[in-house]
């Protein structure tokens, strides 16, 4: 995938993606551990500050929409991190800017590349693509507690997936928005594995979405990032193993799953692989302020059999055999 770049270009790429690779692993840990370093310094009035009107003033912050700004989600490093795989942003059907949207994003992958790309920088193009709407890319809660960290996520226009948040992305803040959610979460990073002709998702027992998108009226969107699994090889323990009870015992008690993964250069660097992100087209959901359970396992199933539709019309225009197959858990 480097044809015709030059060296230069391609250590521009590498180290884009490097330091979101190191971001995505680090950063939130070097962040905790340099504030509590420095209050043990001449410098401890600093982070007493800061912990002070982070927990009384900037609590509720990241659930109230956070503090986007375009200088960040602009910077010109996303566009050579886009380049490096590359990433592209396919749009299937017309997004009202009437309306709001709850999109799920498939599959999780090791660290979300497409879904990051396109949906918290601008280098992929989504403003263009569905002009009015504005995306919010949603990830777990906790990451938006640790200090300094919260702040770049934040910027980034990144929110918590908690139903405050939620709540306020589809009632408060008008129309136009299309919230991204990473239906899979954890458990379906663990099922990352490159080559594999059955691309498993996890779906089938996630339904809080569509509560949500029914409560508020939002259109769901199913959403495929094809080769976002052939990005890291990941070493893969059965169920039932020691490695998997571990992995599992971790994700209920921290909320994400340690992977043991390997990029293809440096270890953290990832393989330069195609990702195509597919938007699928809208499924119409009805505002229920009250919905019952047979009204969220009706859309739920639409949902399933929709991202099910997007899956086999597209994996061969995005690289895929036709023999792969999707499979829903």
């Not at 795989?85 to 994003?105: H, I, Q, R, W």
């Not at 919260?150 to 299309?178: D, F, Q, W």
């Not at 059999?305 to 225009?317: A, C, R, T, Y």
Request: charged share 20%.
């Amino acid at each position: 995938m480097t044809e015709g770049k030059s060296q230069w270009k391609e250590l521009v790429e590498a180290v884009s993606v490097l330091q979101w690779v190191l971001s995505f692993l680090f950063l939130g840990l070097s962040c905790m551990i340099l504030m509590v370093y420095l209050m043990f310094t001449s410098l401890w009035p600093l982070p007493a500050l800061y912990f002070t009107w982070m927990v009384l003033a900037d609590w509720q912050t990241p659930e109230r929409g956070g503090r986007k700004t375009t200088f960040v989600s602009r910077w010109r490093i996303w566009d050579h991190y886009r380049d490096y795989f590359p990433v592209k942003l396919v749009k299937t059907a017309e997004l009202s800017p009437d309306k709001n949207y709850v999109l799920g994003c498939h599959p999780h992958g090791i660290m979300s590349t497409g879904a990051f790309s396109c949906f918290s920088t601008e280098s992929s193009g989504f403003a263009q693509a569905f002009p009015g709407m504005r995306a919010r890319l949603v990830v777990l809660a906790g990451l938006f507690r640790i200090p300094l960290f919260r702040e770049y996520l934040m910027c980034a226009g990144i929110c918590p997936v908690s139903r405050p948040s939620l709540v306020h992305l589809l009632s408060k803040t008008g129309k136009g928005n299309a919230v991204v959610i990473i239906i899979g979460g954890a458990a379906e990073s663990l099922s990352s594995c490159p080559g594999a002709d059955t691309h498993t998702v996890v779906v089938k027992d996630r339904k809080g979405f569509v509560r949500v998108a029914l409560e508020f009226g939002a259109d769901l969107v199913p959403v495929y990032s094809f080769g976002e699994n052939e990005l890291f090889q990941q070493v893969i323990f059965s169920d039932g193993s020691l490695g998997r009870r571990l992995q599992d015992l971790f994700k209920r008690v921290m909320g994400f799953a340690p992977c043991l993964f390997v990029g293809e250069r440096m270890a953290f660097l990832p393989y330069r692989t195609p990702v195509t992100t597919v938007v699928g087209s809208p499924i119409p959901v009805p505002r229920r302020v009250t919905p019952t359970q047979e009204e969220v396992d009706h859309y739920h199933r639409l949902y399933m059999e929709g991202l099910s539709k997007l899956f086999n019309q597209h994996k061969v225009s995005c690289g895929l055999p036709e023999s792969h197959k999707l499979r829903i858990i």
